[in-house]
């Protein structure tokens, strides 16, 4: 252990944020396996870091978390106790603690003990060499769920990316390092119901994995039914933007064209063989050019509500941040750094 003071340009802190709804059996155990990272540590790279504070988000569950917590922080001068009025939902919970925290870093975890803090100095080390504002462990083995939310979770992803262009979807989970101020300030604008891998997704430069192993949940019942994993998936979709409404504009514009050419079609049918029944070739082609003309009108409509779902969700035009030279992601460049 070196004697560099912990928070120096030499020694970066580390704000772990556990947003909590089932932890009264987990989450004494996620603290003391978090403990001798509260002293200084070295990465694989040979940087230096230190988690200073450990942000538990109290999400209103329905067991006694909330007099573990109390307990933990009583114990833990590093314990730092965030308290939400009521049941928001496991992002809300993790923007709550992001917006509360100070560290250079901050590395989001759940309260069930899945996510092995022995990975940290290599997300950090990941962040840092490839200049990268957000990391997502990237699990080495099949997560410990069923196989039929495994797929689900699988499935979903691909439609996000290919149909919705959330061209990061696959690499979305609760493990995540970012750089400190990219999550405050993703934590202050963010309005009601955004997706948070999105709204991240927005502002970050990039973001890539780093490869880490999950392992079986703690002792407590998963707090996600599938009706709630349904409704986790539909936020997505609603957040990850205009596509899906731009599909809209899409489908108008080509029953338009459609239109158009049966149209001209149903007049030379009936021109040149007369066999079409009286009436019928008007009535078609009037029925084909309005449909286009209603999906059209749809999809203008959908553009002007595209802009208002931006500007509800909190998307910012533009987000200030210091000299990347000067701050978490400039550690590997400065002078006296020491790879490994």
Known sequence: MSSTEPGTAECQTISVVIPVYQGERTLRAVLEELEPYTREFSTPGGRQLVVHQV?????????????VMRQLAAELPWVKLVWLSKNFGQHAATLAGMASSGGDWIVTMDEDGQQDP????????AAIDADAAIVYGKPLNPPPHGALRNV????????LRSVFGSANAAEFNSYRLILG???????????????????????ANRSITAPVRVREEGDRPSGYSYRKLLAHFWRMVLSTG????RLVTALGA?????????????VVARLVSGGVPEGWTSQMV?????????????????????????????????????????????AGSRPGHVDG
């Open 55 to 67: 942000v538990l988000a109290h999400d209103r569950g329905p067991d006694r978390s909330d007099v």
């Open 118 to 125: 022995s990975y940290f100095g290599a997300l950090v080390d």
């Open 152 to 159: 689900a979770s699988r499935s979903a992803k691909m439609l």
């Open 181 to 203: 101020e990219i999550g405050r300030s993703v934590a202050a604008y963010s309005g009601p119901g955004v997706y948070l891998d999105v709204a991240l997704s927005w502002v």
């Open 242 to 245: 205009t596509r899906g409404l």
């Open 254 to 266: 080509l029953f338009a064209v459609g239109g158009v050419t049966f149209a001209i079609y149903l």
């Open 286 to 330: 009037l029925l084909s050019l309005g449909v286009g003309a209603i999906l059209v009108s749809l999809g203008i409509v959908a553009e002007y509500v595209g802009m208002a779902v931006n500007m509800a969700m909190g998307r910012p035009p533009y987000l200030i941040v210091r000299d990347p030279a000067t701050g978490p992601l400039g």
